[in-house]
């Protein structure tokens, strides 16, 4: 297997850039067409939409699908944790609370795959350094949600749990994905995979339950916004992931996570007039110093400025070799 390089150039910046863009949109897209659609409607359209894009793109560089019963059992098993669960619980969150604050508490992710990974796997244990920023993170998720939510579950408090349990879904996805390293299966057609399957259970079952037919008609905002969500939100996000994992690694493809919820706070406050209360500046600073904490370069660089002479100190001592992904 090829080595990635660890370091990023200006494109891959930029990519990055993009990426916290797109995803941090999506939270845009659902606030304006949740007021229009039902929520299991909502997701229909932007997995089939999505997985109608991916599909033709698939088709357009000459590559085809598998037909590996098996395979298509693994790819359901992730659309499930990556975009049934996450994008319903998101989208039902997103009906009763505000797009930045759904964001914010989206970027908990990575906490809750650093605790996962310990348990489920064999060689992603926590150190004392994921430690710290799980317990940095966690005390962020708290401090937006607020001692209030002790006193009773009402409908505020559950929409927050519910954008809590898509990221402990996604969480888990990224544990079972890790099946796929040993797959003869491309990141693309893996992506088109999962969000097919994701659009053949989600469809039939809004038509089921919903029968969006009935409702009114929404406005063509609304349906931009749907087009968003779907084509850029999700295909070309997928696209533009799948570059940065390809040249960057999926370390530095987590920093990512620092920048969605601000993508999402800048186009809800400038588009949608909301506001955020100053609890939630101050969780996503604590978010932030946690996902600092589990990636560790940022501690490294201050390290090395403050104690500049600390290896000279103890020369037989080797620095270990820089980790790939």
Same mark, same amino acid.
């Given at each position: 297997? #090829?080595?990635?390089?660890?370091?990023? =150039?200006?494109?891959?910046?930029?990519?990055?850039?993009?990426?916290?863009?797109?995803? =941090? =949109?999506?939270?845009?897209?659902?606030?304006?067409?949740?007021?229009?659609?039902?929520?299991?409607?909502?997701?229909?359209?932007?997995?089939?939409? @999505?997985?109608? @894009?991916?599909?033709?793109?698939?088709?357009?560089?000459?590559?085809?699908?598998?037909?590996?019963?098996?395979?298509?059992?693994?790819?359901?098993?992730?659309?499930?944790?990556?975009?049934?669960?996450?994008?319903?619980?998101?989208?039902?969150?997103?009906?009763?609370?505000?797009?930045?604050?759904?964001?914010?508490?989206? @970027?908990?992710?990575?906490?809750?795959?650093?605790?996962?990974?310990?348990?489920?796997?064999?060689?992603?244990?926590?150190?004392?350094?994921?430690?710290?920023?799980?317990?940095?993170?966690?005390?962020?998720?708290?401090?937006?949600?607020?001692?209030?939510?002790?006193?009773?579950?009402?409908?505020?408090?559950?929409?927050?749990?519910?954008?809590?349990?898509?990221?402990?879904?996604?969480?888990?996805?990224?544990?079972?994905?890790?099946?796929?390293?040993?797959?003869?299966?491309?990141?693309?057609?893996?992506?088109?995979?999962?969000? $097919?399957?994701?659009?053949?259970?989600?469809?039939?079952?809004?038509?089921?339950?919903?029968?969006?037919?009935?409702?009114?008609?929404?406005?063509?905002?609304?349906?931009?916004?749907?087009?968003?969500?779907?084509?850029?939100? $999700?295909?070309?996000?997928?696209?533009?992931?799948?570059?940065?994992?390809?040249?960057?690694?999926?370390?530095?493809?987590?920093?990512?996570?620092?920048?969605?919820?601000?993508?999402?706070?800048?186009?809800?406050?400038?588009?949608?007039?909301?506001?955020?209360?100053? #609890?939630?500046?101050?969780?996503?600073?604590?978010?932030?110093?946690?996902?600092?904490?589990?990636?560790?370069?940022?501690?490294?660089?201050?390290?090395?400025?403050?104690?500049?002479?600390?290896? #000279?100190?103890?020369?037989?001592? #080797?620095?270990?070799?820089?980790?790939?992904?």
């Amino acid at each position: 297997m #090829k080595a990635v390089n660890s370091s990023m =150039g200006l494109l891959e910046w930029l990519l990055i850039v993009a990426l916290s863009v797109l995803w =941090g =949109g999506s939270f845009f897209f659902v606030e304006v067409a949740v007021g229009a659609l039902a929520p299991f409607t909502i997701v229909a359209l932007r997995v089939g939409l @999505a997985a109608l @894009a991916l599909n033709i793109i698939v088709l357009a560089m000459g590559l085809r699908m598998p037909r590996n019963r098996q395979l298509w059992s693994a790819f359901l098993g992730m659309g499930f944790l990556n975009n049934m669960v996450p994008f319903s619980l998101i989208v039902w969150g997103q009906a009763h609370i505000s797009s930045g604050l759904a964001s914010i508490l989206n @970027a908990s992710t990575p906490f809750f795959t650093v605790v996962a990974a310990h348990y489920l796997t064999s060689d992603e244990k926590m150190t004392g350094r994921r430690l710290a920023g799980v317990v940095l993170g966690v005390a962020g998720v708290v401090f937006m949600i607020g001692l209030e939510a002790l006193e009773g579950l009402v409908i505020n408090t559950l929409a927050q749990l519910a954008v809590i349990g898509a990221a402990i879904s996604y969480a888990l996805a990224g544990i079972y994905g890790r099946r796929f390293r040993n797959l003869d299966c491309s990141p693309l057609i893996t992506a088109t995979g999962q969000v $097919t399957t994701s659009a053949i259970v989600l469809v039939p079952l809004a038509l089921m339950i919903e029968q969006p037919w009935i409702q009114p008609l929404p406005a063509m905002e609304v349906w931009w916004a749907v087009l968003g969500l779907a084509l850029l939100s $999700t295909a070309l996000a997928y696209i533009v992931y799948f570059r940065i994992l390809a040249t960057a690694g999926a370390t530095n493809l987590l920093l990512v996570t620092f920048l969605i919820p601000i993508s999402a706070m800048l186009l809800g406050t400038a588009i949608l007039g909301e506001q955020l209360e100053p #609890k939630h500046f101050g969780g996503i600073g604590l978010i932030g110093l946690g996902l600092a904490a589990i990636d560790g370069r940022l501690f490294g660089i201050l390290r090395r400025s403050l104690f500049p002479n600390r290896r #000279k100190a103890s020369p037989t001592l #080797k620095e270990p070799p820089e980790r790939v992904d």
